[in-house]
Structures are given as C-alpha cells and as structure tokens.
C-alpha cells in the first residue's frame, strides 16, 4: 500500500498511458493514475498494476490532492478537445508552481495556447512528445520536451529515468520553448510517414517485378537491416512480412486491406512546412498516398475502366534488389533531411532555440524513426550547428551523389512498368532541384507578371520590374 504522497499522476490509462505509468513506477517513482472511466481504472490497478506502488483515483479532486507538491501531472489523452475538458478540470485544483505536462500528439499551436493559459494561473504546461508506440512507453521511449525552462527543470528527473537509453546515452532532450516539443514529435511523424512510404513501394516493386513472396522480402529487409538501412521501421516490416495467418497459411499481410489510415500528424507537418515555406514533397507524397489508398472504391473501379496497361519491364533480380537498396537509403536521408530544414526554419520563425544535433541525438533510440544513419546526422550537426540543410553538407551529398545511378534506375524501371513510388521519385527530385543553381522558375515570375502584374526581378539589375507584355 503506498503511505506517502505521489511523486507524480498520469491522467488517461488506454495502453500507451497505462504503460507509461507502469514504466514511471518501475524507475522507483510513486503514481497516482486516474481515467475518465472508472471500470479501466479499477482494471488497471487489480490487474497490471496489482502489488505496485500506483494508487487509483475515482474523483479529480482526490487525484489531484494524492500529489505532492509541486504537482507534476502528465495528460495522456486523445489530442484535442479532451485535454481541454482535463486542463478544465484540473484549474480547480492546481496551485502556482505545479506543472501539467500534455503527452499526447497535439498540435503545436494548440499547445502554445494552452500554455498562455495556465501561464495566467501562474501553472506551467508542456507539450512533450513521446515516440515508442506502446513497448517503448513500457520500456523506455524517446521524448521530446517543450515549454518553460523552469518546467522541465522540474519534469526532468522523471524523464530521463524513463527514457531509453543507448549505452549510456539518454533518448530525452529538451527541443525548447514553447510548443517546440510538440513541433519535432510532429515532424518526426512526417518523416515517420515517408520513410514507411519509401519501404512500402519497395516491397509493391518486388512484388510486382520479382514476383516475390512477402517472406522472400521479409528475408531481404532483414539482411538489409544488418548494415546501413538498419532502422526500427525497416526490422518491423521484416517481421510483419513474415507473419503468417494462422487460419489460411497466407502471409497475413497480403491479407490486409490496402487502405491506410492516419490521425493527422503527417498532415499537419505538411500544412505547416507550407506555411513556412519549406519543402517537403517526400513528406507531402506519403500523406498523399495515404489518401489516393484511401480511395478504395475507385480504385477498383478505375482498374477496370483505365486499361491503358503497361507491359512489366525484365529485370536482372540482384541489380534490382541492389538499386532498391539505393533508393530506399536516399530516400530516407532526403526525408530526414526536409524534415531538420523544418524544425530550422521553425526554431528561427517561433524562438524555439531547437538544437538540431539534440534532435538527431534522442532520435537514435526509443523512437518509431530510429536508425543508424542518425549518427551520421549527428556528425555533421556536431560540426555545422547551424546548418539550414543538410544536403549543404559534402559528406552528407556524397551519401546521395554516390548512390545517384542505381536510385535513378529503380525510378525509371518503376514507371516504365507502371509502378508508383511517389516517396521514391519525390526524393529524387528534391534532391535534383536542390542541387540545381538555376530552376525554370524565371518563366514562372514572367508569367505572373503577364496575367497579374505581380512584377519580377532581374539577374543584371536591382530592383523589381514589370513588362507590358503584349505590347
């Protein structure tokens, strides 16, 4: 039975709460949990949190008054209109100085709000992301935190005690003020998005071109796996090919509806890149793809009315699987790369002072986009801190450059055959226009000044101009 008053609360006991309270308790902490639903909450602590040093509350006043102070509460509830009802709920009961801690999957912008608003109750709020899906949140995810600095002075014993850890390296990192912790869980999550994209047109091309089986290429991600690819999202797509379906004895992944799903953060990282003014088109691709699968309906449809079919190209099997490889490492240093030109453009336009090789830092253990090649990333933030892209960098290119060939012929055998690869291809021409000194964008200023008078600028002169065009 606990005696003594709790080191922290954890509001919201679904699987990725109930863990993370379990992981809490585990680093020696004592818990109090309370959820909407009292029949969860009186699961939770006869079951898996039976004999541990968690204690279940039914009402938010004994929740909040189980704490010590200052309070130290984290809201693990559906982003939205839910952590507005709790942070409601909880200003009764808050006194200057606690701290509430929003670990969910807010929008940034939402969180910057929240927090002007416990700023006026003298309370402090933070915005952390959390990446692990559910075994890191048990056993150590990577978090990301946000918000004032005396706030996660605060949080911070917590945290590192429960993030993951690589050697002696913790996965937790403060990314800044206001709602920077929100902001790089969100642009990890479009990275997320294109890199599992990039390994899903992978296996769609061997697949379609090889004619393999999902355990043929299961068997092909996990050697890859061994050596420069080696990522947490590409291990699992190794076991997931290789499951089989108890009932049929068919790969169970050949028998899952080709329609993803998403909960909006690829979106917003999106919307926002566009609201900065950075691109992010491999980012942009996956989300897309995500919505033309979501088109199911037509799609079947429009398979049997567009009959404009393409003839499958022959293919040598180990050049393929060679290119492939290519493709998929470009494509995922160009993902990382549009994803760190965001979170700097971000830091300089919101204050958030985000360290770019902290981010690459955390990012290499506990989170759902951790791989190798992040400490490659890290190097070369550890030499140009400052650096608005990566691609700037030589050693960083010439990963790219030296890879070029083989990622340029997968691109061409995949659409000469039919075969979309929107990440892929996208990567590449991110990559072809970066590198570019001079793009066709003059016509484009031409024509807007012919049909709206927008004015253009000269490469021979200063200033900006406008052309009566039809004269």
Known sequence: MVMRKSDIGLIGLATMGANLA?????????????????????????HRAKGKN?????????????????RRIILMVKAGEAVDEFLNQLLVYLESGDVVVDGGNSHFK????????LEEHSIHFMGVGISGGE???????????GGPPEAEE???????????????????????????????????????????????????????????????????????????????????ASEVLAKIDEETKRPLVELILDKAGQKGTGKWTSQTAMDLGVPVPTI?????????????????????TITCTTNVRHVDKPSLISEAKSSLYCTMLIAFAQGMSLISMASKEFGYATKLREVARIWRGGCIIRARLLNMIM??????????????????????????????????TAKLSGIPCPAI???????????????????????????????????????????????
């Open 284 to 304: 942009d691709a996956a989300v897309s793809a995500r919505n033309v699968s979501a088109l199911k309906e037509e799609r079947v449809a429009a398979s049997k």
């Open 54 to 70: 968690i204690s279940a509350h039914f009402s938010m006043e004994d929740f909040v008054k189980s704490l010590d102070k200052p």
């Open 22 to 46: 379990l992981n809490i308790e585990d680093k020696g902490f004592v818990v109090s949990v309370y959820n909407r639903t009292a029949d969860r909450t009186k699961a939770f602590i006869e």
């Open 379 to 412: 190097d070369v933030y550890s030499r140009r801190p400052d650096l608005t892209n990566l691609l700037l960098d030589s050693a960083y290119a010439k990963e790219l450059c030296e890879r070029q060939v083989e990622w340029r012929s997968l691109i061409s």
């Open 154 to 236: 605060i949080m911070r014993p917590v945290f590192v005690k429960i993030a993951a850890k690589i050697e002696d390296d913790v996965c937790y990192g403060y990314m800044g003020s206001g709602g920077a912790g929100h902001f790089v869980k969100m642009v990890h999550n479009g990275i997320e998005y294109a890199i599992m994209q990039a390994i899903a047109e992978v296996y769609d091309i061997f697949t379609v071109l090889l004619g393999l089986g999902a355990p043929a290429v299961s068997r092909i991600f996990a050697e890859w796996n061994a050596g420069e690819l080696n990522s947490f999202l590409l291990e699992i």
């Open 110 to 117: 939402d969180t910057e709000r929240r927090m002007k608003m």
């Open 425 to 471: 291809a996208s990567a590449l021409d991110y990559f072809d226009s970066f590198r570019r000194e001079r793009l066709p964008a003059n016509l484009i200023q031409a024509l807007r000044d012919r049909f709206g008078a927008h004015g253009y600028e000269r490469i021979d002169k200063p200033g900006t101009f406008h052309t009566d065009w039809g004269s």
């Open 135 to 145: 075994e890191g949140a048990l056993k150590g995810p990577c978090i990301m935190a």
